[in-house]
């Protein structure tokens, strides 16, 4: 069975600091997607992030980064100088056909 | 190219009763799949449609329902309602059933089951 466990419940920075928000996984598949997703109060999920298993590089856009190792089962999200409109919930998801979803992350950014 | 849509936006209904919720998917997509977000959880997968058949489903009982019609619009019936059906439901489109295709979520229809 896939898991996803994002134990960070809330988060709650003040803006320009960086921000962490951590995702730890569990899968028995060698082939796999992780996604991170955002969720503003009006309710849809914003895709941001997908990578598959095979690809263990770490990717920056823009304030955005994400840290991907198979040797730790995680795919943690950095958020660089924090803005207010980067509060939302952020899900951490897993894949081998159909995502599975972590219970999510509260981020509040402060101003 | 127009994104996925819901509706209603916010439904109350009375325990015991029926509710039908209708997502029209992306322009393009053949594929919608529904997901149930209880508040303070994350989304929890009900059933996917492709090409109007069911392709998967997840721990839901039979009461919920669904159709995929022939311009993969979709819609996700429940019977018997119960309090704790009382959640926000996604729906997503995507051009095929696996993930790597990539999800378009909608905004989401806010039950409430009084």
């Known amino acids: 069975a896939q898991k996803v466990t994002q134990a960070q419940t809330e988060i709650s920075v003040v803006e320009k600091e960086d921000v962490t928000l951590d995702c730890v996984y569990e899968?028995?598949?060698?082939?796999?997607?992780l996604f991170w997703y955002k969720q503003p109060p009006s309710g849809e999920l914003v895709f941001l992030i997908r990578r598959n298993s095979f690809d263990e590089q770490n990717e920056i856009s823009g304030r955005y980064s994400w840290n991907f190792q198979k040797s730790t089962s995680s795919f943690n999200f950095t958020i660089t100088a924090s803005q207010v409109v980067d509060s939302a919930v952020y899900f951490c998801a897993l894949a081998d056909y159909i995502p599975t979803f972590g219970r999510g992350t509260s981020l509040i950014v402060h101003p | 190219e127009t994104g996925v849509t819901q509706s209603p936006t916010h439904l109350i209904k009375t325990r015991g009763q029926q509710v039908t919720l209708r997502c029209s998917s992306q322009?393009?997509?053949?594929?919608v799949s529904w997901y149930q977000q209880a508040l303070g959880q994350g989304p929890q997968f009900i059933f996917q449609y492709y090409r109007e058949e069911e392709n998967g489903r997840g721990n839901f009982p039979p009461r919920f329902s669904g159709l995929q019609f022939p311009n993969y619009s979709s819609e996700l019936n429940v019977n018997a309602l119960e309090l704790d059906d009382s959640a926000l439901y996604l729906c997503?489109?995507?051009?095929?059933?696996?993930?790597?295709?990539?999800?378009?979520f909608g905004s989401g229809t806010r039950l409430t089951v009084v």
């Open positions: 322009s393009g997509h053949n594929t």
């Open positions: 997503a489109s995507s051009l095929g059933g696996q993930a790597n295709y990539g999800y378009t």
């Open positions: 899968t028995r598949d060698t082939t796999y997607y």
